[in-house]
């Protein structure tokens, strides 16, 4: 009843210290060296795309529906051929980016 008690703790102990050796060894495993992001330089202030990017987008995006009362009734005015929905999807993808 011995040996089989006797091969267990054995291969429990192998186990045990080639998990060690696995931990050790994947400790030693060097990292890669840092890189760095190249320096940009800004080409534009955010004032320059706020006026020349974001406020235009803007514009097209938010003015592309809109509901109008008058004395004849609501006018509502919304973009119908594909590219008038190409349009404001574009300034839609400028405001996102920017």
Same mark, same amino acid.
């Given at each position: 009843? /011995?040996?089989?008690? !006797?091969?267990? !703790? @054995?291969?429990?102990? +192998?186990?045990?210290?080639? #998990?060690?050796?696995?931990? =050790?060894?994947?400790? /030693?495993?060097? %990292?890669? +060296?840092?890189?760095? &992001?190249?320096? *940009?330089?800004?080409?534009?202030?955010?004032?320059?795309?706020m006026q #020349?990017?974001?406020?235009?987008?803007? $514009?097209? =995006?938010?003015? &592309?529906?809109?509901? *109008?009362?008058?004395? +004849?009734g @609501? =006018? %509502?005015? &919304?973009?119908? *051929?594909?590219?008038?929905? %190409?349009? @404001?999807? $574009?300034? +839609?993808? &400028?405001?996102? %980016?920017?």
């Amino acid at each position: 009843m /011995r040996r089989p008690i !006797y091969w267990l !703790y @054995v291969v429990s102990i +192998a186990f045990f210290v080639s #998990g060690i050796g696995f931990l =050790v060894t994947s400790a /030693r495993v060097r %990292e890669p +060296a840092h890189v760095e &992001a190249p320096i *940009t330089t800004p080409v534009a202030s955010v004032k320059q795309i706020m006026q #020349g990017i974001v406020d235009p987008a803007t $514009n097209v =995006v938010f003015g &592309a529906v809109s509901s *109008t009362s008058t004395k +004849a009734g @609501v =006018v %509502e005015t &919304a973009p119908k *051929t594909d590219r008038e929905w %190409e349009l @404001v999807g $574009n300034s +839609a993808a &400028a405001l996102v %980016e920017s």
